[in-house]
């Protein structure tokens, strides 16, 4: 044997070892998705749970086995302070104190004249009072002029209310509205919880669903002004993201209980509110009647009715979003090749830099920092996507891949030119996820007009969510102010975007 041969067969298990290094990360990131998809809230497809565990048992062999010739590695502790724990005291220090327990040592209160204080310990703990339904008396005295005793007598007038006449406040109102749509309680079980509150007769519900489903409806009729300002003030500023997404619907035309398939249609901008509008159909209208005249970017998945719209609007523009590109390479889990892993990479080496810029605050300057630092990973991305094309079979997961990103590519560089746009539409699918989290829950929408009342409330209440503010606090609060206003009052302050907590009383 040659000489050279011992070196020759080191540099292939240098080699080796090099290529057993970079699969192991992509293995885990491939166990990692399967997990999300088998125990988290994942998809809404149906998957072969054995499959799953199979194809997760087989991976994690494949990360041992990779990770077996790797020689020990150690680690050391990343320079700086470890992340301090918060302590119990520090996370309820805001509750206020309502009991105080003093507890005595037996010998103490056998004689107390025998022991003096010297101190003492003070320890927590944290209870809670079951929710409890209360009545507000309200009293409007009646007055009558003492000179003049033929006069009107004087009455205040009564506070106006969303269900005029009714018995609901605007809080039992918003707490209805926030346990459905913000905590995803049907009416079903508020029902039982409202009856368990009011210390009811068994058998007996003060409030029934009935009421309670009036009283969204009329809540919604006050509230749609809101979100028609919400879309009015997103359509304005040039640059919107939009997504859809299935819900069941309970439609009274079918027999039998068979549900039909409606959609929440969702517009947004990263940091702004969210509307949602619910329609009967996916089809290419629906675009055209959620956006309307809309001019600036519009930033979207490669759903053709997008596309379609983009072309019937001269002054639109698209953007496509690189999450759904890399998505269809990642999901091609059991066949990537290395080609595909760089792919994978270069996609990242965008998102690198799009969090290395927000930590920046960049702001106007993005798009010329785009276009300096895109170039070259987008380039070489391109050529890689083309040659892993002419190598796959078009059908296959990884040409599929291959054809959504090549033929996304003039949506996807779009983001060169515009500072404002974000790589992907997380904004609005982080925005629909309670509504999918409530499906779940309550399954379907019990009737096509009932889907329109949902996009409403589901437009305030996850606005609210985005600006911080508790849903309830906010639906208790404007609840109570619109009845009293008019269609000449400005709306904007109540909008989520711009709320503050009304300094009046608004507890009626």
Same mark, same amino acid.
């Given at each position: 044997?040659?000489?050279?041969?011992?070196?020759?067969?080191?540099?292939?298990?240098?080699?080796?070892?090099?290529?057993?290094?970079?699969?192991?990360?992509?293995?885990?990131?491939?166990?990692?998705?399967?997990?999300?998809?088998?125990?988290?809230?994942?998809?809404? $497809?149906? *998957?072969?749970?054995?499959?799953?565990?199979? @194809?997760? +048992?087989?991976?994690?062999?494949?990360? !041992? %086995?990779? &990770? =077996?010739?790797?020689?020990?590695?150690?680690?050391?502790?990343?320079?700086?302070?470890?992340?301090?724990?918060?302590?119990?005291?520090?996370?309820?220090?805001?509750?206020?104190?309502? $009991?105080? *327990?003093?507890?005595?040592?037996?010998?103490? @209160?056998? +004689?107390?004249?025998?022991?003096?204080? !010297? %101190?003492? &310990? =003070?320890?927590?703990?944290?209870?809670?009072?079951?929710?409890?339904?209360?009545?507000?008396?309200?009293?409007?005295?009646?007055?009558?002029?003492?000179?003049?005793?033929?006069?009107?007598?004087? *009455?205040?007038?009564?506070?106006?209310?969303?269900?005029?006449?009714?018995?609901?406040?605007?809080?039992?109102?918003?707490?209805?509205?926030?346990?459905?749509?913000?905590?995803?309680?049907?009416?079903?079980?508020?029902?039982?919880?409202?009856?368990?509150?009011?210390?009811?007769?068994?058998?007996?519900?003060?409030?029934?669903?009935?009421?309670?489903?009036?009283?969204?409806?009329?809540?919604?009729?006050?509230?749609?002004?809101?979100?028609?300002?919400?879309?009015?003030?997103?359509?304005?500023?040039?640059?919107?993201?939009?997504?859809?997404?299935?819900?069941?619907?309970?439609?009274?035309?079918?027999?039998?209980?068979?549900?039909?398939?409606?959609?929440?249609?969702?517009?947004?901008?990263?940091?702004?509110?969210?509307?949602?509008?619910?329609?009967?159909?996916?089809?290419?209208?629906?675009?055209?009647?959620?956006?309307?005249?809309?001019?600036?970017?519009?930033?979207?998945?490669?759903?053709?009715?997008?596309?379609?719209?983009?072309?019937?609007?001269?002054?639109?523009?698209?953007?496509?979003?690189?999450?759904?590109?890399?998505?269809?390479?990642?999901?091609?889990?059991?066949?990537?090749?290395?080609?595909?892993?760089?792919?994978?990479?270069?996609?990242?080496?965008?998102?690198?830099?799009?969090?290395?810029?927000?930590?920046?605050?960049?702001?106007?300057?993005?798009?010329?920092?785009?276009?300096?630092?895109?170039?070259?990973?987008?380039?070489?991305?391109?050529?890689?996507?083309?040659?892993?094309?002419?190598?796959?079979?078009?059908?296959?997961?990884?040409?599929?891949?291959?054809?959504?990103?090549?033929?996304?590519?003039?949506?996807?560089?779009?983001?060169?030119?515009?500072?404002?746009?974000?790589?992907?539409?997380?904004?609005?699918?982080?925005?629909?996820?309670?509504?999918?989290?409530?499906?779940?829950?309550?399954?379907?929408?019990?009737?096509?007009?009932?889907?329109?009342?949902?996009?409403?409330?589901?437009?305030?209440?996850?606005?609210?969510?985005?600006?911080?503010?508790?849903?309830?606090?906010?639906?208790?609060?404007?609840?109570?102010?619109?009845?009293?206003?008019?269609?000449?009052?400005?709306?904007?302050?109540?909008?989520?975007?711009?709320?503050?907590?009304?300094?009046?009383?608004?507890?009626?």
């Amino acid at each position: 044997m040659p000489a050279t041969a011992p070196l020759d067969e080191v540099a292939l298990l240098k080699q080796e070892l090099a290529e057993l290094r970079e699969l192991v990360p992509t293995l885990r990131a491939q166990i990692a998705w399967l997990k999300q998809q088998l125990f988290g809230p994942g998809k809404s $497809e149906k *998957l072969d749970c054995a499959q799953l565990l199979l @194809r997760i +048992d087989a991976l994690e062999k494949a990360v !041992i %086995a990779a &990770e =077996r010739p790797v020689e020990k590695i150690t680690y050391e502790r990343v320079a700086g302070p470890a992340p301090k724990r918060t302590l119990p005291a520090e996370s309820f220090a805001h509750l206020p104190v309502k $009991e105080t *327990l003093i507890i005595e040592p037996e010998a103490v @209160r056998a +004689d107390p004249s025998l022991y003096e204080k !010297i %101190a003492e &310990e =003070r320890t927590f703990e944290v209870d809670v009072v079951p929710p409890q339904l209360f009545k507000r008396e309200i009293i409007r005295p009646k007055y009558r002029h003492r000179l003049d005793r033929n006069r009107v007598p004087l *009455l205040a007038p009564a506070p106006k209310r969303i269900v005029e006449g009714g018995f609901a406040s605007a809080g039992l109102i918003a707490w209805a509205l926030s346990a459905k749509y913000a905590d995803h309680l049907p009416l079903y079980r508020q029902e039982k919880m409202l009856a368990r509150w009011s210390n009811a007769q068994p058998g007996q519900t003060p409030i029934s669903r009935q009421n309670l489903s009036d009283w969204v409806g009329a809540a919604t009729a006050q509230l749609e002004p809101l979100v028609k300002a919400m879309k009015r003030d997103l359509l304005a500023t040039g640059y919107v993201i939009a997504d859809e997404t299935p819900i069941r619907c309970n439609d009274p035309d079918l027999r039998d209980g068979k549900t039909t398939t409606g959609w929440l249609w969702a517009l947004s901008r990263p940091g702004s509110d969210v509307v949602f509008e619910w329609r009967l159909s996916r089809r290419h209208e629906e675009a055209e009647k959620l956006l309307g005249d809309f001019a600036g970017v519009l930033h979207s998945d490669g759903y053709e009715a997008y596309a379609a719209y983009v072309r019937a609007h001269p002054r639109v523009e698209w953007a496509g979003c690189w999450a759904h590109a890399r998505r269809r390479f990642l999901d091609a889990a059991t066949e990537r090749p290395p080609t595909a892993e760089r792919v994978l990479r270069l996609i990242g080496e965008l998102y690198a830099l799009e969090a290395q810029w927000d930590e920046q605050q960049v702001g106007e300057r993005r798009a010329a920092l785009r276009q300096e630092h895109f170039a070259r990973p987008l380039a070489r991305l391109h050529r890689l996507v083309s040659a892993l094309q002419a190598r796959v079979l078009p059908k296959s997961g990884l040409g599929q891949a291959c054809v959504y990103l090549l033929g996304q590519w003039p949506q996807l560089t779009t983001h060169l030119r515009h500072s404002q746009t974000r790589l992907d539409t997380s904004a609005v699918e982080n925005a629909i996820r309670p509504s999918k989290l409530g499906a779940k829950n309550w399954l379907f929408v019990g009737h096509p007009d009932a889907g329109d009342r949902a996009a409403v409330i589901y437009s305030l209440v996850v606005s609210c969510q985005r600006h911080g503010h508790d849903p309830h606090a906010y639906l208790k609060d404007v609840l109570a102010r619109l009845p009293a206003m008019t269609t000449n009052d400005d709306l904007r302050p109540l909008l989520p975007a711009h709320w503050k907590p009304s300094t009046v009383n608004t507890s009626a």
